[in-house]
């Protein structure tokens, strides 16, 4: 199978996309839609997203020092791709999609109620690396939808959820389970 040298760039996929909600005021309160984030440290829990200097939320999150990654479902993908398109300059994003803001318990910064699963991010650090500033966080808090927590069990069902991914400029559903962790060494239950 031959490969053909392709133009050098940022080609990973799939990509998560979130809802970033960030602002201290009711007045401040923005979402910027980003794709470039993920987990960093699992102890203590750290994560980060990638934001250009541009970016309306940009400014937003180095003054307050904080945001909120809301992760977005099927339902949500619209809203999704309205918010990474318009900008809190010209729009306030929670009245033009409709979404609720809810004062995240941990930060001065709003969660979006709709969102399965909200995590409260406090910046530790800023990398400028180029074209995009990357947040470093720590996640201080995480906020369930009660819909997907099992009252029996406890267990929180994302699969409910209906979670989306981004991959090479279109967004997609998770689709069928292929595995689970570890299951490539799953030993098989004696009959
Ligand atoms: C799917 C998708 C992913 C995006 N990912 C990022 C990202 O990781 N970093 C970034 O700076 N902008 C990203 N953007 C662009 C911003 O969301 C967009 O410029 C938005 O309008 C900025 O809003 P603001 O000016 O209100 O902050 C993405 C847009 C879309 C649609």
């Known amino acids: 199978m031959g490969k053909v040298e392709f133009k050098s760039g940022t080609m990973l996929y799939p990509l998560p996309v979130v809802m970033v909600s960030c602002g201290e005021t009711i007045n ?4 910027i839609t980003v794709a470039w984030t993920g987990i960093l440290s699992s102890e203590p829990p750290m994560c980060y997203i990638s934001v250009r200097k541009s970016r309306y939320s940009h400014a937003i ?3 307050t020092g904080c945001f909120v990654i809301n992760l977005t479902t099927e339902r949500l993908a619209k809203v999704t791709d309205w918010c990474g398109v318009k900008s809190g300059r010209q729009y306030n994003k929670f009245i033009e999609t409709g979404l609720t ?11 979006i109620a709709e969102s399965p699963l909200c995590l409260e991010c406090k910046v530790v650090n800023v990398m400028e690396l180029g074209s995009h500033d990357c947040f470093v966080a720590n996640i201080v808090g995480v ?4 819909r997907y927590i099992d009252r029996k069990t406890g267990e ?3 699969e409910k959820a209906n979670l989306i991914a981004f ?3 279109k967004y997609y559903n998770i689709g069928e389970r292929l595995g689970f962790f570890g299951y490539s060494i799953e030993k098989k239950k004696k009959k």
Request: glycine share 4%; no cysteine.
């Open 156 to 158: 929180f069902n994302l």
């Open 61 to 63: 999150i180095s003054k």
């Open 28 to 31: 401040e309160y923005n979402i």
């Open 167 to 169: 991959s090479h400029g």
């Open 101 to 111: 803001p809810v004062k995240a318990p941990h930060l001065n910064a709003p969660m």
């Open 143 to 146: 906020q369930a939808d009660e």
